[in-house]
């Protein structure tokens, strides 16, 4: 048997070949719209990919199905109830697909949504999808109520907790998603590790397990709708190539070098996520627009090449194009190193924007900052922050605080970043959340 397991470590995403040598052939679960990897591997290993099977229309990152359908007919296989607008073969709960001698058993595991299965290979082995990760479980608020789908998904994993012990578990999300809050680093586990460990399997009880599951704290990508709409319509063939300008013009430039580059010298207006960091591509779902006119700012076509992947894998499908030397990237930021910020906040010089999710803040924040998550401050723009001071921006270790003073300063606010260092190496007095009937 050939098995392949590939992760978009951005996305924390995972997809899987399956084939069998002999027979020269092999399907592909759950591809990423960047499908190149999995022809590569195929012709690697030899065989041919002749179907395309989805665990269920995927919320956070654009399929390779229709790529693979109309650039190299490959049909596409899915349950019913994802009610898709392209062409089709039904999965049904219990049916066995085979690809060469490897049989695929569908299981109907609904809760993240209600078309979701789960495939169980050779008999051996289950590809869980968004149903049962490696340390937790999916998130069941995106396609329906969330305490509905929390019902089903309680349902979903009894019925792949009851697969022996010794059967290897591949997940749909890893460590990174937002599918999921508490997944352990690990990219696969066992049905027997699982059941020992799982936090989201300590909960036997139905209501038990609904009043945890459907208290979802996570942010919900505002991608989300686009990129379900794009993976349950027609067939999504493949992006136009990107171009090189000789300037942006009037688009929004999403500038992908380091934090550092961009504070050294930038396009006046543009968003910095640097395409080198952690979550790329999540994070810049959260600061741009769906329909805006994008255009790249890297510091070559390489990293240009990346970032438009990136952003493609997340439904920004039509990029303007890219720029590198730009005459007009005149604009400058000026970060603030820690040692210099409780200085300033005794002069009552600027105001503390703390851009961490909630959740983080409650754990512990500078006491007088004003708390506003990042991905929340395109919204808001220059009436995030009411006081005229200049603000300095803030989180745990200066990334999405980059992200905060360029998003600010677009929107013609003094912004300034803590780029190295945060929260956590903050050396001065923090206050803690309490919640009432806490100690401590």
């Known amino acids: 048997m050939v098995f392949r397991q590939f992760v978009d470590d951005d996305l924390g995403c995972a997809s899987y070949l399956i084939g069998d040598a002999g027979a020269g052939e092999a ?57 898709p607008e392209y062409p089709f073969d039904a999965l049904a709960d219990g049916g066995e697909l085979r690809v060469g001698s490897v049989p695929i058993r569908v299981v109907h595991t609904p809760g993240h949504r209600p078309e979701h299965c789960a495939f169980v290979v050779d008999e051996r082995l289950v590809l869980t999808g968004d149903s049962l990760f490696v340390g937790d479980a999916a998130r069941p608020d995106l396609a329906i109520d969330a305490r509905e789908g929390a019902e089903g998904l309680f349902h979903s994993l009894q019925r792949l907790t009851r697969l022996p012990d ?19 680093p690990d990219h696969s586990s066992t049905i027997g590790v699982e059941k020992r460990t799982n936090a989201a399997l ?87 627009e769906p329909d805006e006119r994008i255009v790249i700012h890297a510091g070559d076509r390489e990293q240009a090449e990346r970032a438009a992947r990136g952003l493609q894998a997340i439904g920004f499908l039509e990029l303007a194009g890219y720029v590198t030397d730009v005459a007009a990237a005149r604009e400058r930021t000026q970060p603030v190193e820690l040692i210099d910020l409780e ?21 512990g924040y500078i006491p007088g900052s004003v708390h506003m998550p990042f991905r929340l401050l395109r ?31 677009a929107a013609g606010v003094d912004a300034r970043p803590v780029l190295h260092g945060g929260i956590g190496d903050w050396q001065g007095h923090t206050v803690e959340f309490r919640r009432c009937g806490s100690s401590g």
Do not use: W
């Not at 919320?59 to 790529?67: E, I, L, N, T, Y």
């Not at 890893?174 to 508490?182: P, R, T, W």
């Not at 009880?205 to 919900?220: K, Y």
């Open 379 to 409: 919204a808001c723009g220059a009436d995030c922050v009411e006081d005229g001071k200049p603000v300095v921006t803030i989180c745990e270790s200066g990334a999405r605080a980059g992200i905060a003073a360029s998003v600010l300063a």
């Open 27 to 83: 399907v592909v679960v759950d591809p990423a719209y960047a499908i190149g990897q999995y022809l590569e591997a195929a012709a690697a290993d030899g065989v041919r990919i002749v179907r395309v099977l989805e665990t269920h229309t995927h919320a956070d990152h654009v399929s390779g199905h229709g790529r693979l359908a109309l650039e190299h007919g490959v049909p596409v296989s899915v349950h019913p109830l994802a009610d």
């Open 343 to 363: 200085r300033l906040l005794g002069e009552r010089a600027v105001t503390v924007l703390d851009v961490r999710e909630k959740d983080e803040r409650d754990g």
């Open 166 to 184: 010794a059967y290897e578990v591949y997940p749909g999300h890893v460590a990174g998603s937002l599918c999921g809050a508490a997944m352990r």
């Open 202 to 288: 300590t909960h036997g009880d139905l209501d038990a397990f609904i009043g945890v599951s459907a208290s979802v704290s996570t942010p919900r990508p505002p991608t989300t709708a686009r990129v379900v709409a794009l993976n349950r319509g027609p067939f999504v063939g493949a992006p136009t190539d990107l171009r090189e300008l000789p300037e942006p013009g009037g688009a929004t430039v999403l500038d992908v070098r380091s934090a550092d580059d961009h504070a050294a010298g930038h396009v006046a207006g543009s968003i910095n996520v640097p395409v080198d960091g952690s979550s790329f591509a999540t994070r810049a779902g959260f600061v741009l």
